[in-house]
């Protein structure tokens, strides 16, 4: 019996030491970062990278730790239900006193596990909170973000060196933090989704302290008061009726005229001598006519057709592709009322483009604030008016004009069957 404890006591030595010497070997030294204007703009291309205004809007985030500890936040209320085991608990995070739980040690418990358990969803996001200190350090000579959290949070002092690709995405960071005796203690940022919201988040992290692995469990992110923001706005167009409308005409400026066959999806599109019957699922199809006569295919006709159609069609039915995908919703106050902004992650002509659509008191859109990447226009002002109800059913717009007073005039616009 005592040579077995002896030999236990043995392994429980060896483990002890081959776990101290393994500290000591992958141990790192904080590094020294450089703050001011450079490490500033590097957060502020981090926090565009990560679309950081759609996370400011997102309402509702969804995950869970480690199948442990599970959340549903509802972060336009301040307000996060946290369940573990049996237990469930009410955070309020603007006002800790007014949470809802059974114990004040179990809502203590709750915020514990949040404080720790979001950071590793939305870590990202965080690096212009209050109390943060921003610096630049080169890793392999590239430039990394070196962040420390001077206070808030669970364990203020912690510091962690955001790694980022090309396109100042993070895919990784390293850790000195209280609960990690080890620094410099790398975690993966990379299994992303994208969420309803419009955000990515993260769905597992890879740490290299003996490869432990983080799940998140199943990560959502979603605005479900911006899509009934968004459906209010279809029943104010007559939404239904565009969905059922076979035909549409109109022209754009009096420069370029357009017969739409929904149904079939093909576009005749004139403009000056040229006419092209536009296949856009299949340009192959599309058929070239100059002065009215049938001429070989032109590829260079057919693309300038299609990108004149999605321009111009944008114009005429943007309000009734709200729910299009690739197409993400969540609200912002203009002038002290509800406005819908909308970003199209792909599709069209211009994918990344978003436009804020500014709504009277029946939900109809009146303006919209358009932040166009191609045209440089960041939240420029055009109107939504002469809407007419065609003999379809649905409505669309005969006019816009910007502020300073230049018109885009659509035609005759017609819908029909």
């Given at each position: 019996?005592?040579?077995?404890?002896?030999?236990?006591?043995?392994?429980?030595?060896?483990?002890?030491?081959?776990?101290?010497?393994?500290?000591?070997?992958?141990?790192?030294?904080?590094?020294?970062?450089?703050?001011?204007?450079?490490?500033?703009?590097?957060?502020?291309?981090?926090?565009?990278?990560?679309?950081?205004?759609?996370?400011?809007?997102?309402?509702?985030?969804?995950?869970?730790?480690?199948?442990?500890?599970?959340?549903?936040?509802?972060?336009?209320?301040?307000?996060?239900?946290?369940?573990?085991?049996?237990?469930?608990?009410?955070?309020?995070?603007?006002?800790?006193?007014?949470?809802?739980?059974?114990?004040?040690e179990l809502i203590e418990t709750a915020i514990n596990f949040f404080n720790n358990d979001?950071?590793?969803?939305?870590?990202?996001?965080?690096?212009?909170?209050?109390?943060?200190?921003?610096?630049?350090?080169?890793?392999?000579?590239?430039?990394?973000?070196?962040?420390?959290?001077?206070?808030?949070?669970?364990?203020?002092?912690?510091?962690?060196?955001?790694?980022?690709?090309?396109?100042?995405?993070?895919?990784?960071?390293?850790?000195?933090?209280?609960?990690?005796?080890?620094?410099?203690?790398?975690?993966?940022?990379?299994?992303?989704?994208?969420?309803?919201?419009?955000?990515?988040?993260?769905?597992?992290?890879?740490?290299?302290?003996?490869?432990?692995?983080?799940?998140?469990?199943?990560?959502?992110?979603?605005?479900?008061?911006?899509?009934?923001?968004?459906?209010?706005?279809?029943?104010?167009?007559?939404?239904?009726?565009?969905?059922?409308?076979?035909?549409?005409?109109?022209?754009?400026?009096?420069?370029?005229?357009?017969?739409?066959?929904?149904?079939?999806?093909?576009?005749?599109?004139?403009?000056?001598?040229?006419?092209?019957?536009?296949?856009?699922?299949?340009?192959?199809?599309?058929?070239?006519?100059?002065?009215?006569?049938?001429?070989?295919?032109?590829?260079?006709?057919?693309?300038?057709?299609?990108?004149?159609?999605?321009?111009?069609?944008?114009?005429?039915?943007?309000?009734?592709?709200?729910?299009?995908?690739?197409?993400?919703?969540?609200?912002?106050?203009?002038?002290?009322?509800?406005?819908?902004?909308?970003?199209?992650?792909?599709?069209?002509?211009?994918?990344?483009?978003?436009?804020?659509?500014?709504?009277?008191?029946?939900?109809?859109?009146?303006?919209?604030?358009?932040?166009?990447?191609?045209?440089?226009?960041?939240?420029?002002?055009?109107?939504?008016?002469?809407?007419?109800?065609?003999?379809?059913?649905?409505?669309?717009?005969?006019?816009?004009?910007y502020l300073s007073g230049k018109e885009i005039n659509m035609g005759l616009v017609k819908?029909?069957?």
């Amino acid at each position: 019996m005592k040579k077995i404890l002896k030999i236990i006591g043995l392994l429980i030595t060896v483990t002890i030491l081959a776990t101290v010497l393994y500290c000591f070997a992958k141990n790192e030294s904080l590094p020294s970062g450089t703050p001011g204007k450079e490490a500033e703009e590097l957060a502020e291309k981090m926090m565009s990278a990560i679309n950081k205004r759609a996370f400011d809007s997102t309402e509702i985030l969804e995950w869970s730790f480690r199948g442990k500890h599970h959340y549903v936040w509802k972060k336009q209320q301040g307000l996060v239900d946290v369940s573990w085991d049996s237990i469930s608990v009410t955070v309020n995070l603007n006002d800790y006193s007014k949470s809802i739980g059974t114990s004040s040690e179990l809502i203590e418990t709750a915020i514990n596990f949040f404080n720790n358990d979001s950071f590793w969803l939305i870590a990202p996001y965080k690096v212009f909170d209050d109390g943060v200190e921003r610096s630049i350090v080169k890793v392999n000579n590239k430039d990394a973000l070196l962040i420390k959290y001077t206070s808030g949070g669970t364990t203020p002092g912690d510091s962690y060196l955001w790694i980022l690709d090309e396109n100042y995405v993070p895919v990784s960071f390293k850790m000195w933090t209280q609960i990690i005796p080890i620094g410099g203690v790398s975690a993966t940022w990379n299994d992303f989704i994208t969420s309803g919201s419009g955000i990515k988040l993260p769905t597992s992290h890879t740490l290299s302290l003996f490869g432990i692995k983080i799940d998140m469990g199943e990560v959502k992110a979603y605005n479900p008061n911006a899509d009934k923001l968004a459906h209010n706005m279809l029943k104010a167009i007559k939404h239904e009726a565009y969905k059922n409308t076979g035909y549409i005409d109109w022209s754009f400026k009096g420069k370029r005229f357009y017969k739409w066959d929904k149904i079939q999806h093909i576009v005749e599109v004139k403009w000056n001598d040229a006419k092209v019957l536009l296949h856009p699922n299949d340009l192959t199809k599309s058929t070239v006519y100059l002065n009215d006569k049938e001429v070989s295919y032109n590829d260079n006709l057919v693309k300038r057709a299609l990108r004149f159609f999605n321009n111009d069609s944008f114009w005429l039915v943007a309000p009734h592709k709200l729910f299009e995908p690739g197409i993400y919703r969540s609200i912002r106050i203009v002038d002290g009322k509800e406005a819908l902004h909308v970003k199209y992650s792909k599709g069209g002509t211009t994918p990344g483009d978003s436009y804020t659509w500014l709504l009277d008191k029946n939900y109809m859109p009146t303006h919209y604030q358009m932040y166009v990447q191609a045209m440089k226009k960041k939240g420029t002002t055009v109107t939504w008016e002469n809407w007419i109800q065609t003999t379809s059913g649905t409505l669309l717009p005969k006019n816009h004009r910007y502020l300073s007073g230049k018109e885009i005039n659509m035609g005759l616009v017609k819908g029909y069957n």
